[in-house]
């Protein structure tokens, strides 16, 4: 079986919840003596403000295309079976969960470093916003990883034909999964495996 076959990349409705046992389920596998999970709910305070909701909105078939290509990025570094990452839209109430990763390896530390790693670049990098509702108001809020890789593009990456930052992971520049050239040099499309 192809890697990317081997990838469960989804994003849900509004009002569906995420079933986590379907997930570990899908990565699991005789040969895998290890899965990493990570589930990240919503939390009831936030700087000291009462967390009533979280609100997620996305551009689906970017962000789809673009967790496709952290995946084929967690392949190259690490030695995994099966990735399952699945992202909730819509309201989540404090306690539900918005995002779930599961991943399998033979050995535990390719399992709990990939997982990381794709919760970090999701964050970071993936076109899913974040509404945070208050008891007492809401904003837009950029996830910190997302500020810090702005900041660190703009002194070390450049910007794809499209406009659209390069993401430099392991070594690869990505602009989720487009092929880009930058300073001369051709990137392959990772998300094709070229």
């Not at 673009?66 to 309201?91: D, F």
Request: glycine residues 6%.
């Amino acid at each position: 079986m192809a890697d990317e076959e081997k990838n469960l990349v989804e994003i849900l409705e509004a009002n569906n919840l995420i079933d986590m046992a379907k997930y570990i389920t899908y990565v699991s596998a005789p040969q895998a003596g290890a899965i990493a999970t990570f589930a990240g709910t919503t939390r009831d305070t936030f700087e000291g403000k009462t967390v009533v909701e979280l609100r997620y909105e996305a551009y689906v078939p970017m962000a789809i295309r673009c967790i496709k290509s952290i995946c084929s990025s967690a392949r190259s570094a690490w030695n995994l079976h099966s990735i399952a990452v699945v992202h909730r839209l819509g309201t989540v109430p404090v306690g539900e969960t918005s995002v779930f990763i599961a991943v399998s390896a033979v050995h535990r530390a390719d399992a709990l470093d990939a997982c990381k790693f794709l919760i970090d670049e999701l964050k970071a990098s993936v076109p899913i916003w974040k509404k945070e509702v208050y008891s007492n108001g809401e904003v837009w809020k950029e996830n910190s990883e997302f500020k810090e890789r702005r900041l660190e593009l703009g002194k070390k990456d450049g910007v794809c034909s499209r406009g659209e930052v390069l993401v430099k992971t392991h070594d690869r520049k990505t602009c989720c999964g487009t092929k880009v050239k930058v300073d001369d040099e051709e990137i392959a499309d990772i998300s094709a495996g070229k």
